[in-house]
Every structure is written in C-alpha cells, then in structure tokens.
C-alpha cells in the first residue's frame, strides 16, 4: 500500500485499508463518515493498538503545553493521514482548524471540547462538550471546522485523528479569542526522529550536572540544526528525482 506507516503493525495496517476502500466506495465525505463509524468506533475500543511511545506528551514539539501530535500514517500523495493528538492534562489547544474533513475520537482520558464558527469576522462559541474515551466526532467543514480541545482529566489525553489531508504539513489557522486568526501548522512528530534527538541530548542534558550555558547553547543549535539538515538533504533528493522525472507535481 502507498504512503508512510510511520506505526508500521498488522493494525494500523488493516485499518488505513479499510478506511481507504470506504472513503473510494461512498460518494460524498457525509456518506464516508457514516460509514467508517463502525470501523472507527472499533479502533477506539482497542486498548492494545497504541504503544506508549505514541501516547506521551512531546515538551518539544513546540505546540506548548506538553502537547504532541505523533504521526501513525501519511498517504504519499497527502490525501490521507493519522495520528494521535497528546494533550497533558490542563493543557489546551489553540483556537484551530483543519481545513479536512474526517473524524476525531477519544483514546484516553477526559476532554472538553469548545466548538466555534465565524461571525462577522469575529469568532463565535457555538458548543462545549464533554468527551470521555469511546467519543467521537466528524468533521466537515466549514461545519464544526473549529474548535480547541483541553484535557479535564487527571491523566494525559490521547485523541485519534482521521483527516483527509496531511493534517502535520499543511498550513492552517489557528485563532485568538476575538477571531482573528495567524497561520499555523502543527507538524508531527516522527518517533524515530525523536529518539534521535532525545538519545543525543538525554546523556548530555540529564548526566552532565550543571552544563556551562555557552555548551548548552551550542546543545540547542545542534538540536535545531539536525532536523533542519535532514530536511534540506530531503528537499536535495526531492528536486534531483524532480530533474530527473521520477516524481510529478501538481499541474494548474
Ligand atoms: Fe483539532
């Protein structure tokens, strides 16, 4: 099957399957959300599926607040994706949107959940609602396209997105109190990536007592630096297939 399973198992496997063959079979996002109900209600129920890896907050993601998103799928072409949204408990989401319909349900934990429509430029609070584990909602927008989400519960929250877009890459809004709104993208965290990162900086952060702050410094250009490194190397790659003709683009 194409696309990244970034959860590589038989589970996660089975289920980006079945999602894909209903969303071809049913006509319209409506009729598709109907229809994964079932399918999405069943992942929600397994408590085995999602390593702990996957479910922990991510101090730095940059989201603030603890919160991590953690890539499980990514369609090659971006029409696709899955992930589980990490939210430590008192911490809340921006005011957001996601530009894609799906659907979002709770693994774990408590989540109030406040829904918010434009009006008049300004942002208006339509709904707050309670999820408890087992919830789940769809979104289509420009219904319900908004919200912000915050964990009521002692323990961290774990919420499973089924979006039909690359939910990590694409630049969205997120919105302030009176509505206006900035570009944001949330990325995704790959867990090998993070490993990479935490299995560098964990010895020198934590047994390295009192770091001089000049080495932590240049620590946190290293930090930075890596990943930034790794994406211009993938962009190189990207644009030398580009020249060579073995990737397309999108035309008009
Ligand atoms: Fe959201």
């Excluded at 049913?26 to 079932?38: G, H, Y």
């Excluded at 799928?73 to 005011?95: H, K, M, N, Q, W």
């Excluded at 990207?238 to 397309?248: D, E, F, K, R």
Aim: glycine residues 10%; hydrophobic residues 45%; proline residues 8%.
């Amino acid at each position: 099957m194409s696309g990244a399973f970034l959860l590589d198992t038989p589970v996660v496997r089975a289920f980006v399957t079945d999602v894909k063959a209903t969303i071809a079979s049913t006509p319209s996002p409506e009729d598709a959300c109907e229809a994964l109900r079932p399918r999405f209600a069943e992942l929600l129920a397994d408590p085995d599926w999602l390593p702990a890896e996957y479910q922990a907050p991510a101090p730095e993601s940059g989201m603030g607040g603890g919160i991590g998103q953690w890539a499980l799928y990514r369609s090659e072409d971006g029409s696709l994706s899955l992930f589980a949204l990490v939210v430590p408990s008192g911490s809340e989401t921006p005011i957001h949107d996601h530009l894609a319909w799906g659907l979002v349900g709770l693994y774990r934990g408590d989540q109030d959940e406040e829904i918010y429509r434009r009006a008049n430029g300004s942002l208006e609070l339509v709904e707050q609602r309670p999820l408890r584990p087992g919830d789940f909602y769809v979104l289509i927008p420009p219904r319900d396209d908004i919200h912000r989400v915050r964990t009521t519960s002692r323990v961290t929250s774990v919420s499973i997105h089924l979006l039909t877009n690359d939910t990590g890459c694409v630049w969205r809004h997120a919105y302030d109190e009176s509505g206006e709104s900035r570009p944001f993208r949330s990325g995704g965290i790959h867990l090998a990536a993070a490993l990479v990162v935490g299995i560098i900086l964990g010895p020198v952060l934590h047994v390295v007592p009192g770091l001089p702050s000049v080495l932590s410094l240049f620590v946190a250009l290293f930090a930075v630096g890596l990943p930034a490194i790794t994406y211009m190397l993938l962009v190189g790659m990207w644009l030398v297939q580009l020249a060579a003709g073995q990737v397309s683009t999108p035309r008009g």
